[in-house]
């Protein structure tokens, strides 16, 4: 009975960090760093860990998270940030705690899992809902504000880029989710409606970023039915892919000014103008110069802890006429892994966004495909793992799909 019970509460303690990490992500910041502690004493209360604690050497997605944490241990032989680096260690302890728990606590039921999903996907349109309604409250002011190359902000405050993230992967996920033997009738719609509501929302609101990973995973997916011969499906998908954007940016005002503000923006740059108020324009001037922090460290980088200060010095260098305010760091994870790890610390972001399509279980996961595809495109245009909100979000969907699904497996 004791074995039972003890079994029991790591399940449910894994369960209970999964909910808080889910509302952290929502809404209460404050979960979001109680959510690894708790998984933590899952672990600690299975009472088969001893036997089964080499499981989590032997699970890759594990390791492919440890080793982002034992390479920023790593850089700190050669980092000159000190404060940074020692923060960056306490920031980064969920690269271990996360898999940790996924691997070598007692998983969870079906579900459990289920209940996870739909907390995210209804949390999240629900969000979506209500930032919408603050929209159509003054969708002139609004539109004006997109047009400058502002956004509206979500009304609990979360980040706009990984707002947008956050609305793709409920879209495709509410779809899969309703899929669910164990969803009833009223489950499946309220997470179709969910569907409908997250890709409402990413398009009145005209979040660049998740209209760019919500627009990717469609063709992805379109691709993937052409190649399984699914001829009619693939080539309806793509007749849509080229329709949706056609007909958002005809109906919505608000789609309108914001490929306009993206076109003046770029424009800005291109034509070498001030480019002190634009910040797409600060983005690709943050670019040549990560570009040339590279090229004078491109082996093992400058540290992780580090990509700032080199980008600061070389601005002093090259400031494209910008005040030290508008100095902005590199809004792109593949840059900033090849500035602060240089080319060992690139490969070892693409063997954490590739290792889990070598698993045959994994590849067959239509959840953790959507998730890293949709991870992968938000790193071309945002350092994804450099905001700690962007980092929960990602370890928390990796461990939950990727080293539990490995170990469930």
């Not at 728990?101 to 999240?124: D, E, H, I, K, N």
């Not at 992967?169 to 969803?183: H, P």
């Not at 990560?290 to 260098?317: K, N, S």
């Amino acid at each position: 009975m004791q074995y039972y019970l003890s079994g029991r509460l790591s399940q449910q303690l894994l369960w209970l960090a999964c909910l808080a990490g889910v509302v952290g992500l929502l809404a209460a910041r404050s979960l979001v760093a109680l959510a690894p502690v708790v998984a933590v004493l899952a672990v600690l209360a299975n009472p088969n860990l001893r036997t089964e604690f080499p499981r989590y050497f032997r699970n890759g997605a594990a390791m492919c998270a440890a080793a982002m944490f034992g390479f920023l241990l790593i850089s700190g032989l050669y980092t000159s940030e000190w404060a940074t680096w020692r923060h960056d260690l306490f920031r980064y302890l969920p690269w271990i705690a996360v898999p940790l728990a996924f691997t070598l606590a007692v998983p969870l039921t079906a579900r459990q899992r289920l209940a996870v999903g739909c907390l995210f996907v209804l949390g999240t349109a629900a969000i979506g809902a209500a930032t919408l309604a603050k929209y159509l409250l003054d969708p002139a002011a609004a539109n004006e504000a997109i047009h400058l190359g502002q956004n509206v902000q979500a009304v609990t405050r979360i980040f706009h880029i990984t707002f947008g993230v956050m609305l793709a992967l409920a879209f495709f996920w509410g779809l899969l989710l309703r899929r669910s033997k164990l969803a009833g009738p009223v489950l499946r719609g309220a997470l179709l409606a969910s569907a409908v509501v997250a890709a409402l929302t990413l398009h009145v609101l005209a979040y660049r970023t998740g209209l760019l990973v919500f627009y990717t995973s469609l063709l992805g997916y379109a691709v993937w039915l052409l190649v399984r011969r699914r001829l009619l499906l693939g080539v309806g998908l793509l007749v849509l892919l080229g329709l949706g954007p056609w007909l958002a940016y005809h109906t919505l005002e608000s789609v309108r000014q914001r490929v306009d503000s993206t076109v003046w923006d770029v424009g800005q740059f291109t034509n070498q103008q001030d480019i002190n108020d634009y910040s797409l324009a600060r983005r690709l001037a943050a670019v040549e110069t990560a570009r040339a922090v590279i090229g004078q460290h491109w082996l093992i980088g400058v540290g992780p802890a580090d990509t700032r200060a080199a980008m600061m010095a070389q601005y002093d260098w090259k400031d494209y006429g910008l005040r030290q305010a508008n100095r902005v760091e590199v809004h792109n994870q593949y840059l900033e892994a090849l500035m602060g790890g240089g080319l060992l610390g690139f490969g070892l972001l693409l063997v954490l966004l590739l290792w889990p399509f070598t698993q045959p279980q994994a590849r067959h996961n239509p959840y953790l495909c959507f998730f890293l595809l949709i991870q992968a495109t938000a790193m071309l245009v945002d350092a994804v793992l450099s905001l700690q909100i962007g980092l929960n979000l990602f370890i928390f969907g990796y461990g939950f799909l990727a080293a539990a699904t490995i170990k469930n497996e």
